[in-house]
């Protein structure tokens, strides 16, 4: 591979990672700080994608960001109400809401499977031009992506050092001293909930804009793939300061997609591509474990030598 390839393969997968990133910090608020696994992720990120995509046709690329936070919000309050008021398990409300999302986005979409945004103006052709004839014109993606993860990143470093916050933290941890402090556990996951799900709308959105087209299958796999990069980052970053762990879950999500690209170099058939990303989680998933028991199986292999060597004689 020659290095300018090279180059541009890393600068893609960095771009990719970092949008998804705003997935797996949506993840570390509900998964992480609230204990709930949200699985209408999927749904979710299309439903950005979608909004963000219908916005910028309608001629307000600008305004799609906050309108596919808003919906993806919505989507959180109804998973979130799903749960609470409902008595629905939090894996199952989030399956409900993810297949009730299809009908929904195909409905936004205009009753089609694909949105084209090739002559559309994005948030990311804005700032292009802008950019043109300066030494920054060929980062306008990179600078537009990192600004947004920079902002999530902070937002989740202050909020979570919050009363509020502190009391989502609280009701993931446990949930009957939060009752027992006066604080509603409802309320507290509702906001969670739906403050996690507007940053999986804004990863969604701003992937659409990116590739300029938005299709039904977008967000297939996103649950996983987040899950995965929020675990790597674990393993990397481990546990401290939510600033800490919020930019081990950004590291989580580039080194992901990084591995991924380097597999997709290897020429695999397409329909392997889907095995490679599930060989990348269960490699992230068992990794701690896997390394946790290193030192229990050098004992027993060291024992099994000393045992083997006193026979011999």
Do not use: W
């Not at 990120?45 to 799609?64: I, N, S, Y």
């Not at 796999?221 to 879950?249: D, H, P």
């Amino acid at each position: 591979m020659e290095f300018s390839a090279f180059i541009t393969l890393l600068q893609t997968s960095l771009e990719l990672g970092l949008i998804s990133s705003l997935t797996v910090l949506a993840l570390f608020l509900s998964y992480s700080m609230l204990n709930v696994c949200d699985l209408s992720t999927d749904g979710c990120f299309t439903l950005g994608a979608a909004v963000g995509a219908v916005f910028a046709l309608a001629g307000h690329p600008l305004l799609a960001l906050p309108a596919a936070m808003a919906a993806g919000m919505l989507s959180g309050l109804v998973t979130g109400i799903l749960q609470t008021k409902m008595g629905i398990n939090s894996l199952l409300a989030g399956i409900i809401v993810n297949t009730g999302l299809y009908s929904v986005n195909i409905g936004i979409m205009g009753n089609s499977s694909l949105l084209n945004l090739n002559k559309t103006d994005t948030v990311f052709s804005i700032l292009k031009n802008a950019l043109a004839q300066t030494t920054l014109a060929d980062h306008y993606r990179m600078i537009i992506i990192l600004c947004s993860v920079a902002l999530v990143v902070i937002f989740l470093t202050v909020f979570l050092s919050t009363r509020l916050g502190l009391a989502i933290r609280a009701t993931g941890d446990n949930p009957e001293m939060v009752r027992a402090s006066s604080i509603n556990p409802v309320f507290t996951t509702l906001v969670g909930l739906c403050i996690a799900n507007a940053f999986t709308g804004l990863s969604g959105c701003l992937l659409g804009q990116m590739q300029k087209s938005v299709n039904i299958d977008i967000g297939s796999g996103m649950v996983t793939v987040a899950l995965a990069s929020l675990l790597i980052g674990n393993s990397f970053m481990g546990k401290g300061r939510i600033g800490k762990r919020a930019i081990g879950a950004v590291l989580g999500a580039c080194i992901f997609r990084i591995i991924y690209a380097i597999a997709l170099r290897f020429n695999m058939p397409a329909f392997m591509l889907k095995l490679v990303s599930s060989v990348i989680v269960i490699i992230a998933i068992s990794g701690p474990y896997i390394r946790s028991q290193i030192p229990m199986m050098k004992r027993r292999f060291e024992a099994r030598s000393s045992v083997t060597g006193k026979e011999e004689p």
